[in-house]
Structure formats: structure tokens, C-alpha cells
């Protein structure tokens, strides 16, 4: 059974860090595209920020130059620092993964970041 966890999320104020953390379960991290989505309210979910098989990486605009996403291999987790924390960034954030082939998909429970003026 798949599961990814998410921790990391909090209150936190405009110009602050956070950083964030998918653990994942029956997966290897490293086999799959891991990536993180956020959700503001009463808006749509989207993309923030991806690890690919080749350890590329890939960001949203919104988000280049303040947020980096990792893998950690040995611990079997997937990050996301975040930096220059914005009223903006304040969203549920989600953890995915995607399979070599696209077929097997999951996403965590979400963490909440709140980022006040």
C-alpha cells in the first residue's frame, strides 16, 4: 500500500522559511516523478514543483528562485525548502508521485502553510 505523508506546514510570517517533507511508503522515491501541488482557497489546485527519474528538477514561476524540491534516497522522502515565504504561498500543499508510466498516481493528506503579512 502507497502512502505519502506530509509535514512541515505551519504558521509562518511573509519573508520567513519553511520547509516541508513527503514521506513515502511502498514507493522509492527515486523511481518515481515526486512532486508537490498546493491548493489556496476556493482556487484550483497547482503545481509547484517536481523531482523527475533523472533527478531533474522543474518549478512553477511563482515559485522559481525561492523554492527547492529534493529527494532524500536515503531517507525515502521528497522536500520542498521553501524561502521568501509570501501571503501568497498560503495553500494546502500536497505531495504526488507518478509512476515511470504514468499509471500509478497518489497524492498525500496535504499540509496547511499560512503565511501572514
Known amino acids: 500500500q502507497v502512502q505519502l505523508v506530509e509535514s512541515g506546514g505551519g504558521p509562518v510570517q511573509a519573508g520567513g522559511s519553511l520547509r516541508l517533507s513527503c514521506a513515502a511508503s511502498?514507493?522509492?522515491?527515486?523511481?518515481?516523478?515526486m512532486a508537490w501541488y498546493r491548493q489556496a482557497p476556493g482556487k484550483q489546485r497547482e503545481f509547484v514543483a517536481r523531482?523527475?527519474?533523472?533527478?531533474?528538477?522543474n518549478v512553477a514561476d511563482s515559485v522559481q528562485g525561492r523554492f527547492i524540491i529534493s529527494n532524500d534516497n536515503n531517507q525515502n522522502t521528497v522536500n520542498l525548502q521553501m524561502n521568501s515565504l509570501e501571503p501568497e504561498d498560503t495553500a494546502v500543499y500536497y505531495c504526488?508521485?507518478?509512476?515511470?508510466?504514468?499509471?500509478?498516481?497518489?497524492w498525500g493528506q496535504g499540509t496547511q502553510v499560512t503565511v501572514s503579512p
Open positions: 511502498g514507493i522509492i522515491v527515486s523511481f518515481n516523478t
Open positions: 504526488h508521485s507518478s509512476s515511470y508510466d504514468s499509471l500509478r498516481n497518489y
Open positions: 523531482v523527475n527519474r533523472d533527478g531533474s528538477t
